[in-house]
Structures are given as structure tokens and as C-alpha cells.
């Protein structure tokens, strides 16, 4: 009898630690953005969009959507070929959202991506090393941060020959990896004291190796995070931008070019199908992207989960 009841209690040990083994952080992702129903609708809407604008745009002509037809001007929405009206060339408003949502969110994708590529590295160097190093970078990125960012773009707009899309990325991300350094930095600095990190100097390994298979693995989550967060903030950057005319280029569709039609009076009142669609697609990727960023932070965060 004593020995069954062993038996029972090893299994009943054996099934605690089971239940008790850390769940994976994709696990836990999915967790969260289940548990939080705006969370969800958020991913849903955000899934909806890339349809909408990256699998729509396989089945338009760039050349076709940006030509003009004068006879075909200010339709308003509900025309028969037309759902949601044309601007003043006579180009259908739902092929201008699908194209200009699409390169919006491509350029906010692309600025994302250099800004935390640099900023990433240079604030893991910074943290890591510490010291001289790291006073030396982050004078550098508070120079960099007091820079009239605003003023700087429009005239780098102006002046560069040959603007394009990848231009106006390059503008865009010569000024945002700073914040990006310093957050990723605070990190690493709160890393590089911890056992593994000194277990692997004291066996010998490199820097580098550190850095990059030991101290990266481990923010991975904080990563993902703010990559989400900061493509909303660079969609916002771009269509600000084409808004005021020094985006993208006048013959590249782009979001903030359909809402600049309301710094037309006339449009407000009497045009609205104009850039009332382009802003609430622009609304919902915001809105959308920063619900699901936070639940990514909660994934992230146990005391916030906890809560």
C-alpha cells in the first residue's frame, strides 16, 4: 500500500511540474491577445488592412490608378464604378486608398526597420561596454535628439536630386534611431551585470559573442515590442509629411496625400469622400497597431500581467 501511495505522489510531483514548466513566450503572446477581446479585434482589423492594401495592390497598375481623367472629377461616393467617389484627375478613391495605404505602411515598415537596426546596435554597444563608450554614444544621440527634426526633413526633401520612396526613408530614420538606442540601452545595461554575462567572460568568450548570442537572445521580447509600437509612430511620420507636400513624391499615391485634400475648405464641407476614407484608414492602423502593442507588452511584462 505505501509503495502505491508513493507512486500516486511521484506522479501527482510530476504532474505540478509539468503544469508548473514556463509557458513559451509565442504561447503567451497568443494568451494575451485572445484574452483582451480589443486586442483581438485590433489583430483582426490589422489583418483586414494588409489585405486590403498589399494583396490588393497585386491586382492594380501604379501607372493606371495615378492617371488622370478630367471628365471623370469629383464623382462623389456611390457612383456606379466609383463606391467611393474620384479626386479632382478623376482617379478612383478606393484604388488610391489600396495604393497609398499600401506605400505608407511599406515606408513605416522600412523606417522601422533601419531605425531599429541602428538603434539596436548602437544602444547594445553602448550598454555593454558602459563607461567612457557609453557617455561618448549617448552625447551623440542627445545631439542628435535636440536636432528641429521637422525643419531638417523638409529641407533634405527639397534638395536631395532624384527623391524617391527610398529617400524619404533614409530622411526619416537619419533621426529616429536615437530613441530607439536609448531605449534598447537601458535594457542592456541592466543585463550585463547578470551571472550569464560574466559566466561567459569568465570562460572566455568575445565581446561580440556576448553580445550577440548571450545578451540579445534575452531582450528579444522587448524587440518585438517596440517594433510594433514604432511602425504606427512612422506611419504617422510619413503621412505628416506627404500631408504638408514634402512626402513622398506628388506622383505616389500615399495617405497623407488624400487627407491633405481637407486643407481645401470646400472639400471639408462639400468633398468629403476626398480624405474622410484616407483618415479613418489612417485612424485604424494606429489605433489598431498600438491595442496590439500593448498587449504584446503585457506578454512581455509578468507584473503587468499579473495586474
Known sequence: MSDKKEIK???????????????SSFKVIIREIVKDKVALSAFVVIVLILLFTMVGSLFLNSAQVTETNIVEAYNPWGTAGHILGTDDGGRDIVKLLIMGGRNSILI????????????????????????????IIMRIVDFVQVLPTFPIEIVLVSVIPNYNSFSLIGIISLFGWPKTARYFRAFILSQRERD???????????????????VLPNITSMIIIDVVL???GNIGIETTLSY??????ASVPSLGT???????????????????PA???????????NYVGRALQRAGDARQREN
Open 230 to 232: 514604432t511602425i504606427a
Open 258 to 276: 488624400l487627407i491633405g485634400f481637407a486643407n481645401d475648405p470646400v472639400n471639408v464641407v462639400s468633398r468629403p469622400w476626398l480624405w474622410l
Open 108 to 135: 513605416g515598415l522600412g523606417v522601422t526597420v533601419v531605425c531599429e537596426t541602428v538603434g539596436l546596435l548602437v544602444g547594445l554597444v553602448s550598454g555593454y561596454y558602459g563607461g567612457n563608450i557609453d557617455a
Open 196 to 214: 550569464y554575462v560574466l559566466a561567459s567572460k569568465t570562460s572566455g568568450s568575445s565581446d561580440l559573442k556576448i553580445m550577440f548570442r548571450e
Open 279 to 289: 483618415t479613418i484608414l489612417l485612424l485604424a492602423i494606429s489605433l489598431s497597431i
Open 9 to 23: 505522489t511521484n506522479l501527482k510531483d510530476k504532474k505540478k511540474n509539468v503544469s508548473s514548466s514556463p509557458e
Open 244 to 249: 504638408i507636400g514634402y512626402g513622398l513624391p
